[in-house]
């Protein structure tokens, strides 16, 4: 049985910074693309990024150069590193498993954790 389970949402202000973790079991998280999604206030939910099963690294635009997605292949575990937050990054923060990339375009995979909630005001 896969379980993501996603920790580290909070509280900061703007200008801020936050980690987000995401552990796994059930699954191994070095063997699939991982990513991150996000939901906020009355949207839909977003691609935010990747990490493919051979590391390479991709964000959405309004992400790159803030945050970082990394894993710790012993710890079945993926992080993302959140810099210089801002109130747009509002949102609940979903960790997938599975991801497919079609057309440049990123699509979830089968399995998703329960979200994190992260809050961007001062």
């Known amino acids: 049985q896969v379980q993501l389970v996603e920790s580290g949402g909070g509280l900061v202000q703007p200008g801020g910074s936050l980690s987000v973790s995401c552990v796994a079991s059930g699954i191994i998280l070095s063997s699939r693309a991982m990513g991150w999604y996000r939901q906020g206030p009355g949207n839909q939910r977003e691609w935010v990024a990747t990490i493919s099963s051979d590391g390479s690294k991709f964000y959405r635009d309004s992400v790159k150069g803030r945050f970082t997605i990394s894993r710790d292949i012993a710890k079945n575990t993926m992080y993302l590193q959140m810099n210089s937050l801002n109130p747009e990054d509002t949102a609940v923060y979903y960790c997938?498993?599975?991801?497919?990339?079609?057309?440049?375009?990123?699509?979830?995979?089968?399995?998703w954790g329960q979200g994190t909630q992260v809050t961007v005001s001062s």
């Open positions: 997938n498993a599975g991801l497919r990339r079609y057309y440049g375009n990123w699509s979830p995979g089968s399995y």
